[in-house]
Structures are given as C-alpha cells and as structure tokens.
Nanobody, 116 residues
C-alpha cells in the first residue's frame, strides 16, 4: 500500500522556521522525483519545490528561493522541506508528491500557518 505521510506543519510567527517531512512507503522511493506543493485558501495549487531521484537537482518557486530548501534521504524514504524566514503568504496546506513517468502519488497534506 502506497503511503506518503507529511508531518511538521503548525503555527509559526512571521520570520520563523518549520521543517516538513514526508515519509514514503509502498513504492520505490529512490527512483521517484519528489515535490512539495501547496494550496492556500481560495487559491490554485502551486509547485513549491522539486528534487530529483538522486537529490542532485532541485527547483524552487521564485517566491521561496533562498528561504526554502528541499532535500531527501533515500535510505529513510523521506523528503524534507526546510522553510526559513516564513511569511504570512506562505500559509497553506503543503502536500508531498511523488512522480515517476506516469505513476504519481499524493500525501494528505499538512497545514502551515504563518501568523503573529
């Protein structure tokens, strides 16, 4: 059974940090490109960051460059999103996404709220 389980979300003040984790099981994690998406209330879902299967290539949404870092540990079947200098506009549900050609899986999401 395929599972992507996100954790690490919560309430944080502007300027603060959070680290999201996504634990994968039930598929060949090390072969998959992994991504984090987010959906803010009333807005379209957007791609936040992507990391290649080996971790050698990463891409980021322009608005998070320099603040967020995606990484993975293939030995632990886990992908991370380190989020620093958080802003109110980063408030959203964050989703983990795995893709290998035509196969893809979504996590259930974790809420991140940035507010003073």
């Amino acid at each position: 059974q395929v599972q992507l389980v996100e954790s690490g979300g919560g309430l944080v003040q502007p300027g603060g940090s959070l680290r999201l984790s996504c634990a994968a099981s039930g598929f060949a994690f090390s072969q998959y490109t992994m991504s984090w998406y987010r959906r803010a209330s009333g807005k379209e879902r957007e791609l936040v960051a992507t990391i290649s299967s080996t971790g050698g290539r990463t891409n980021y949404l322009d608005s998070v460059k320099g603040r967020f870092t995606i990484s993975r540990d293939n030995a632990k079947n886990t992908v991370y999103l380190q989020m620093n200098t958080l802003k109110n506009e980063d408030t959203a549900v964050y989703y983990c996404y795995a893709q290998l050609i035509a196969a893809y899986y979504w996590g259930q999401g974790t809420q991140v709220t940035v507010s003073s």
